[in-house]
């Protein structure tokens, strides 16, 4: 169940970041992804269940409410805001709402620091409605809230991670999550490529069980792009590993006409070319994979970009001696943390005449100004062809960070809230989250 069809008009959402690299709005889209739309399999959208589908219904709603905190306090509430379209149309069809969310990784039972009380006080103020905070996820408590629930209440059950059962799939504790509700709607992107008891594990007692509108769009773009994105179409593949990325390297290479290879990997790639890397970040056993890679690129007849010129410093640091020098000039004792402006140019280029471009990774260590210039370009790059009607996909991860913090995350087509689940579905891989869902009607 690869290919996934979202029939749904999505409500433009506001788009998560990212943790940081380490050695959206809704712009319109392109006419490929409408077509990608007769194309793909359907799984039930939660938009398409009418008022009578869902007046009265207690609705469990898994949500990505795993934000940033500085103690109680919430410093970036972009994935909380990113999940609102959804139940704010389950709350407008006379729904009873139950949302459920894990936060940060608790290791024995509940842990004050990881409520998720902040997250239903935020829930209250962008709803404009009390948002109650259930004292758990299952058990008796929670069941007589559901029991008192009047249609239109939001309710948001304590931290799913609170049980080490949730993480194990645990069938007892699944059948316990799903009792008090009539019905499951998954709209955690981020968490989907996990099989636990609040993504995967409810669906075996609650139906329907549908997608919600995050989750549908992020399908719809992810996997429509990769699938069936209109042609020429490029990817562009940074971070710090080849081994975080061989996979998606690999898939997206045999998709698309253009890989650009940034970050990091850049240098068990220069390797393999035989170059000197001074003291760049290299994965050697990964030199081998990267010229297969290379010997792949050239024998498909795909182009596969080298930065050829690279920022260089003299130690991993933001006030280090920098200078900027050819790919095959690195000097010992010297790490390359940036493309050069020659590499940026090259680039931009190569991206002008794109129809899609997917990217997943930065540039280079962009948390610092001094490598900053070469992923702000591929910014602005995306930008300028996205007005001109591309397809842009921020897949995930840093790139998600650096597009948010140039401040230009509404000038692309769509930004993805997942880093695990983007890389996996741009891998191919199956989303156990989205794989439980039921399938939507095809008319006769």
Not at 93 to 99: L, P, R, S, T
Not at 137 to 161: H, K, P, Y
Not at 339 to 353: F, Q
Not at 419 to 433: C, F, I, Q, Y
Request: proline share 4%.
């Amino acid at each position: 169940k690869k290919n996934m069809k979202f029939t749904a008009a999505v409500t433009a959402l506001l788009l998560a970041s990212a943790s940081a690299f380490s050695p959206v709005a809704f712009a319109p889209r392109s006419a490929s992804l409408a077509r990608v739309q007769t194309e793909l399999e359907a799984k039930l959208n939660v938009a398409d269940l009418s008022e009578s589908d869902l007046k009265g219904k207690k609705v469990l709603v898994r949500c990505d409410l795993n934000v940033p905190l500085d103690g109680s306090t919430i410093t970036d509430d972009t994935r909380i805001r990113a999940s609102m379209p959804t139940i704010e149309l389950l709350v407008s069809k006379g729904a009873q709402v139950f949302a459920c969310s894990h936060l940060g990784r608790p290791k024995d039972g509940p842990e004050d620091k990881f409520s998720l009380a902040p997250c239903a006080a935020r829930m209250s103020e962008l709803l404009g409605k009390e948002v109650k905070l259930a004292p758990d996820c299952i058990g008796d408590a929670v069941a007589a809230m559901a029991e008192g629930a009047s249609n239109g209440d939001v309710v948001l059950l304590e931290n799913t991670r609170f049980y080490k059962e949730e993480t194990k799939n645990d069938a007892e504790f699944g059948k316990k999550f799903a009792a008090p509700y009539d019905m499951f709607v998954n709209d955690a992107f981020g968490t989907a490529h996990r099989a636990h008891a609040s993504t995967e594990g409810v669906t075996k007692h609650l139906s329907p069980s549908v997608a919600g509108l995050l989750l549908a769009k992020e399908l719809e773009y992810l996997d429509g792009a990769v699938n069936n994105g209109e042609k020429p179409m490029a990817a562009i593949v940074g971070g710090s590993k080849v081994s975080s990325k061989i996979t998606v390297l690999e898939t997206l290479l045999d998709k698309c006409d253009t890989v650009v290879i940034g970050g990091g990997m850049v240098f068990t790639f220069l390797k393999a070319k035989g170059l000197n890397v001074g003291s760049s970040l290299v994965e050697d056993d990964f030199v081998e994979t990267a010229k297969k890679v290379m010997a792949k690129a050239e024998a498909s007849g795909k182009t596969l970009i080298l930065p050829s010129d690279i920022v260089v410093a003299d130690a991993f640091a933001a006030d280090a001696n920098t200078q900027i020098v050819k790919q095959d000039a690195i000097p010992d004792g010297w790490m390359g943390l940036d493309n050069g402006p020659e590499a940026t140019k090259e680039i931009a280029d190569a991206l002008s005449t794109c129809k899609t471009v997917i990217w997943n990774g930065p540039m280079g260590v962009f948390e610092m100004d001094a490598f900053a210039k070469g992923t702000f370009a591929i910014v602005d790059a995306l930008e300028e062809i996205t007005s001109r009607g591309a397809c842009t996909i921020i897949g995930g991860g840093d790139s998600v960070a650096a597009v948010e913090k140039s401040g230009k995350a509404d000038k692309m087509s769509h930004i993805s809230t997942g880093g695990g689940a983007s890389l996996e579905l741009l891998e191919g891989k199956v989303l156990p989250g989205v794989d439980a869902l039921a399938e939507a009607k095809v008319p006769a």
